[in-house]
């Protein structure tokens, strides 16, 4: 089973210890309306655990994500096991508009934040 998310914004951030991808869909007036947060953990403290936050609800594991395809503007998230927090969903698709913006965000933060887990697809 997958869930599916359609984002309007993609924004990269590198900071002292998390490296971060995130999604957002905004209203017209400039709100976030629902987003998506994807965070790898740098340092020795941190041991680089991937974080998943949706709409204030986070999830966390060393393996968290099993494999991880980038293709065009789609990024397809396959979760090592179903996630409780996703309604048993061992998959996450997310979509993203297609603006020069959002593809340098993706090219400069896709492969930070999933590393190895990055495959496949044509990134």
Known sequence: MSTSHHYDTVA???????????????????DIDDYLLLM??????????????INERQFAGHDLIDDAQLSGNMLILKLREP????????EIVLTYDESAENKANMESGALRVLADKLSGGHA
């Open 40 to 53: 790898r953990a740098d340092g020795e403290d941190f041991d680089e655990a991937l974080y998943i936050e």
């Open 12 to 30: 990269f951030d590198k900071r002292d210890n998390a490296t971060m991808l995130f999604f957002a869909r905004t209203t017209p007036g400039g």
């Open 83 to 90: 996630a409780a927090e996703l309604d048993g969903a061992s």
